[in-house]
């Protein structure tokens, strides 16, 4: 089993920046895509950037220029930097991969961190 634990999620001023962490542990073989996707409440989840295998970043139009993806592989561990943060990105931070084996591929997900920007 795969196991995700997030983590830097917490309370930030409007214009203030957050990095979030996910790291995975378990047995992971090959690993289709990863990303963060986030609830707010009384909203569906969506997905806020990921990341596939081949590298490729694609990210919510909402965030694009103020937040950025990455992973290190050798801490097992993926990144959201955040920055120039506003209101609307309050919402409850999930960290997802996607693994791929034999044709089949498998989502798994992390509890969760909250992320609440206020003044």
């Known amino acids: 089993q795969v196991q995700l634990v997030e983590s830097g999620g917490g309370l930030v001023q409007p214009g203030g920046s957050l990095r979030l962490s996910c790291a995975r542990s378990?047995?992971?073989?090959?690993?289709?895509?990863m990303g963060w996707y986030r609830q707010a409440p009384g909203k569906q989840r969506e997905l806020v950037a990921d990341i596939n295998r081949s590298g490729r970043t694609d990210y919510l139009d909402a965030v694009k220029g103020r937040f950025t993806i990455s992973g290190d592989n050798a801490k097992n561990t993926m990144y959201l930097q955040m920055n120039n943060l506003i209101p609307e990105d309050t919402a409850i931070y999930y960290c997802n991969v996607v693994t791929e084996r034999d044709n089949t591929r498998t989502a798994y997900w992390g509890r969760g961190t909250q992320v609440t920007v206020s003044s």
């Open positions: 378990g047995a992971i073989f090959s690993i289709f895509a």
